[in-house]
């Protein structure tokens, strides 16, 4: 059974915007934290945005001021909106819940061209 399954992603020059989105079982969105890690190819896995359940969003200071995390509880999704995007944001994304259920998505591919 998929618990989170995620949409979105391709092929983008830089400077251009993308917007990934991650749909939730009922039995974990409402309980755990979401967010979106990336990997690049000979990097380790990093966070790029979370929101709790309360809201609260955090960032880390390399996509700071470019992506939005937003989440919807009706439809239980969580969003991932991408503006400015440079070459360095080029990786595979994925969605997770935690800490009460720690699951990740299959991930999609972020490309982004010079």
């Known amino acids: 059974q998929v618990q989170l399954a995620e949409s979105g992603g391709g092929l983008v020059q830089a400077g251009g915007s993308l917007r990934l989105s991650c749909a939730a079982s009922?039995?974990?969105?409402?309980?755990?934290?979401m967010g979106w890690y990336r990997q690049a190819p000979g990097k380790q896995r990093e966070l790029v945005a979370s929101?709790?359940?309360?809201?609260?969003?955090n960032y880390p200071d390399s996509v700071k001021g470019r992506f939005t995390i937003s989440r919807d509880n009706a439809k239980r999704t969580i969003d991932l909106q991408m503006n400015n995007l440079k070459p360095a944001d080029t990786a595979v994304y994925y969605c997770?819940?935690?800490?009460?259920?720690?699951?990740w998505g299959q991930g999609t591919q972020v490309t982004v061209s010079s």
């Open positions: 929101v709790t359940t309360s809201g609260t969003t």
């Open positions: 997770k819940s935690w800490p009460i259920h720690d699951f």
């Open positions: 009922r039995s974990i969105f409402s309980i755990n934290t």
